[in-house]
Structures are given as structure tokens and as C-alpha cells.
């Protein structure tokens, strides 16, 4: 299962929906892609479609439960028939450091009338991963029936691009921890000393 698997599961033959899930195995540590995927200057640099992160905002933090619920807008690049489109994309993005996984849905409409998803990373061992992913959307222009086999193709090459993105970010922190250089992704558990020093208010000076 070394190979990006990528399944089809609607082509918006109901209510225009398009989904697909993907599944990869990684050779790195589970929480650490976690952790990468979290950090927004890292995720960034990740996903080669990802044009800019206009802003991401903390709506709410569950200590116990150890969640973060995220405002985040993302401008995003893909080439569709060689034509390149960019669109911008709203939405609220729950961290579960408990399970290792960002479930995302849309705020606010755009070029997309609906659109969810979630990435679950799951631990094999120390240092390998199966990540899961799943994103259904619902363009805003119904597409006609003669492009749903089109459309089909389309989102799998997405997937399969986000999840090619990931493999090469992995194999790139390895060779850089390969040689003596480790990241610190800009990502803190809640409920962590991390998080609490995060809150503290900062020093008057006088």
C-alpha cells in the first residue's frame, strides 16, 4: 500500500455532489504530519495547489477535549484543461489532537456551494502513517451530464496531487532530519504547557 490509493465515490450524478477519499501509507511519525498539517506556514509549503493562507483565526479551544476550531481562508491554484484557476475558499477547520485529524467545511460560498472533508493520520508504528482523506463539494455551477465523467477524473487527480504532496513533504523532512535539521511546526496541543504559556498575558515593562 505504498501506492496513493484514490476512489471515486461521486461524480454528481445527486445533487451535484463530487466526493472522493484517498489513502497513503507514509514513512513518518504520525503526530509529526499531524503537527505539519496544523501549522499553517508548513501546510503552505505542503500542498503546491495552496496560493496563500489569507487568515486563520481561533474560534474555540477545548481543553479537554483537546480541539481547536479554526476560521481559516485559503486562496487555492489548480489548472483545469491547462487553464490555470485560482479561487478563494472559507472554512472552519476542527483540530482533534486526540485523533489525529482536521475535519473542514465551508463558511462562506464562493466557487463552491458546499464542500467538507477531513485528513485522519493514523500510527502504524514510531516512525510510519496511513493518512485517510475525504472531500465531497458542490460546484456553484451545476455541471451538465456530459462532463461528469470529466469531472470524475478531475477531483481524483486532486487527490492523488494532495496526497503526492504530502509523500514528497515527508521524504523532504526526512532528509533534512537526516541531516541534523528538525522543524518545529507552529502547531500546539491544547491543554499542552505549550498552550498555556501561549495564554499567558504578556509582561508590562516599565
Same mark, same amino acid.
Given at each position: 500500500?505504498? /501506492?496513493? @490509493? ?8 445527486? &445533487?451535484? *455532489? ?19 498539517? %496544523?501549522?499553517?506556514?508548513? &501546510? ?5 495547489? %495552496? ?5 486563520? @483565526?481561533?474560534? /474555540?479551544?477545548? @481543553? ?11 486562496? =487555492?491554484? +489548480?489548472?483545469?484543461?491547462?487553464? !490555470? ?5 472559507? *472554512? ?24 467538507? =472533508?477531513? +485528513?485522519?493520520? *493514523?500510527? *502504524? ?30 477531483? @481524483? ?19 533534512? $532530519?537526516? $541531516?541534523?535539521?528538525?522543524? /518545529?511546526? &507552529?502547531?500546539?496541543? !491544547? ?5 498555556? $504559556? ?9
Amino acid at each position: 500500500m505504498r /501506492h496513493i @490509493q484514490v476512489e471515486i465515490l461521486a461524480r454528481g450524478e445527486e &445533487n451535484g *455532489v463530487l466526493a472522493a477519499r484517498g489513502t497513503i501509507r507514509v514513512q513518518y511519525n504520525a503526530r509529526r504530519i499531524f503537527e505539519s498539517l %496544523c501549522d499553517p506556514e508548513e &501546510n503552505k509549503r505542503i500542498f503546491d495547489n %495552496c496560493a496563500s493562507v489569507n487568515f486563520r @483565526q481561533l474560534i /474555540h479551544e477545548d @481543553q479537554v477535549k483537546k480541539t481547536r476550531l479554526f476560521e481559516v481562508s485559503k486562496t =487555492g491554484q +489548480w489548472n483545469l484543461l491547462g487553464i !490555470p484557476i485560482n479561487f478563494e475558499s472559507t *472554512v472552519l477547520a476542527m483540530e482533534d489532537w486526540k485523533k489525529y485529524e482536521i475535519s473542514f467545511k465551508l463558511k462562506k460560498q464562493g466557487a463552491m456551494k458546499h464542500m467538507s =472533508g477531513f +485528513w485522519r493520520i *493514523v500510527p *502504524v508504528s514510531q516512525d510510519e502513517s496511513i493518512v485517510l482523506f475525504y472531500n465531497e463539494a458542490v460546484p456553484f455551477i451545476r455541471i451538465p451530464s456530459i462532463f461528469k465523467v470529466f469531472a470524475g477524473r478531475l477531483i @481524483q487527480e486532486m487527490a492523488v496531487s494532495l496526497l503526492e504532496d504530502l509523500r514528497s513533504a515527508s521524504k523532504r523532512w526526512q532528509k533534512e $532530519e537526516a $541531516e541534523g535539521i528538525r522543524h /518545529h511546526f &507552529n502547531a500546539i496541543e !491544547p491543554g499542552s504547557t505549550e498552550a498555556a $504559556e501561549e495564554h499567558l498575558p504578556q509582561a508590562i515593562e516599565s
